[in-house]
């Protein structure tokens, strides 16, 4: 893997996060209750927390 790929890799990560988190919210909108929107939530979810908190942490601790 080059040096530029690895780069891109969160980004990848927290687009695909953000909409996988997106669709589960809007499945559960439709009122699918069914276990892969649930998985996809808690899944997504989890992503887009821990890229948040490091987001704030670099805010708030910079270096």
Known sequence: MTV????LLP???I???????ALAVYALRRR???WPVWVGLVASGLTV???L??????IVTPG
């Open 4 to 7: 530029s790929n690895s780069q």
């Open 49 to 51: 927390a821990f890229w």
């Open 53 to 58: 908190y490091f987001f704030i942490a670099n």
């Open 11 to 13: 980004l990848a990560s």
């Open 32 to 34: 699918d209750r069914h």
């Open 15 to 21: 687009s695909i996060s953000l909409v996988g988190l």
